[in-house]
């Protein structure tokens, strides 16, 4: 519980550290129209992502501690798509994660997210700030959010030799023939939150 509650609280401090350094410009001037309805965006979007990543984190250390970490891959493999679709299945939003190295191949980055996903890694090596990134598409705004691995993510994106358990790995291998999500260190982005939105009609006084 302890972990789970460190791992929410870690990744809402750090994108919120993100979206304020985003919100500000230069010499403190105020924020053009555009630049409202942006971070207006990026806002809603990171509420949809910190309670996804709620509701996903609390279900699988729930099936961790009730079924081990073997069993629980399960509980990615088939229920985390439901769960996170349930809790935008009455707006018009959607929302899914996708990686360069996806475990899941449906989870592949396209061309765009593979960009943004390059540059927030050369931005973390360079120990400057990742910051989200937003976009209007076909009448939708489109938002990104990078994911970090931590160190309860080491149990199945870590090291095969030494941080993944031999039964854990078979069960990945098992269910995941093709799986690129192993290798990772704790800190690294391993992939990103991409957050639809409809766009919303925005009064300009």
Known sequence: MKTKILL???LTAFLLSCLNKSNKTEENTALTPTQKEEVNYV???LEYVMNTQTLLGKNLMTAIQEKGTVNAIEFCNIEAMPLTDSLVKDIDVSIKRVSDQPRNPNNQANEEELAYILKSKEALKNETK???F???QDGKMVSYYPIFTQSLCL???????TQIQPEVLAKLNNLYPNDKATGYGEG???GIWVVEMQKEKQSIN
Do not use: M, S, W, Y
């Open 43 to 45: 806002a809603k979007g």
């Open 155 to 161: 149990q199945c994106h870590g090291n095969t030799d």
């Open 134 to 136: 937003l976009k209007e």
């Open 188 to 190: 690294e982005i391993r």
């Open 8 to 10: 929410v609280l870690f």
């Open 130 to 132: 990742v910051l989200p």
